[in-house]
């Protein structure tokens, strides 16, 4: 099987992070969430518009077998044992065993370097890979 590389996902994790958190900055830019007055109520529609993409891109899409970045860069993020997509559930599950990632020093967004599948934790828990082509 022909694994990403680290390179790869960050590229793919970027193109997909970039388009929530420009809808999260115009919305704090537009909003007053920059203000002493506080965010208002634009705020929390742009806020609302970032979490709703970045739900459809990373769970709608990803559990399909690729969000917008993955698409972009030719991989696929699919189940180690069938080579089928993860689902919406698997693609939930995964994001949220990425706080294991994050919680050892974000060592886990590291392992892709030299794990022999490229696997971060989360893939490891899930049992997912993500693949070129």
């Known amino acids: 099987m022909n694994y990403a590389n680290w390179i790869q996902r960050v590229g793919s994790n ?3 992070v970039l388009p929530a958190a420009a809808l999260g900055g115009i919305g704090a830019a537009v909003g007053g969430g920059f ?5 208002n109520a634009l705020y929390f529609v742009f806020l609302l518009l970032a979490i709703a993409y970045s739900v459809y891109n990373r769970w709608v899409l990803g559990g399909q077998g690729a ?3 993955k698409k972009a860069l030719g991989l696929r993020l699919i189940k180690e044992q069938t080579g089928q997509p ?5 693609a939930f599950l995964r994001d ?3 706080v294991v990632d994050s ?3 974000y060592v886990g967004w590291l392992f892709p370097l030299w794990d022999q599948k490229r696997q971060t934790i ?3 828990i899930v049992g997912s890979v993500v693949t070129k082509g």
């Open 122 to 124: 989360a893939d490891k």
């Open 67 to 69: 969000s917008l970045g």
């Open 96 to 98: 949220i065993c990425h």
């Open 14 to 16: 970027l193109i997909d």
């Open 103 to 105: 919680f050892i020093c």
């Open 86 to 90: 993860l689902g919406f559930g698997g």
């Open 35 to 39: 203000s002493s007055d506080g965010p």
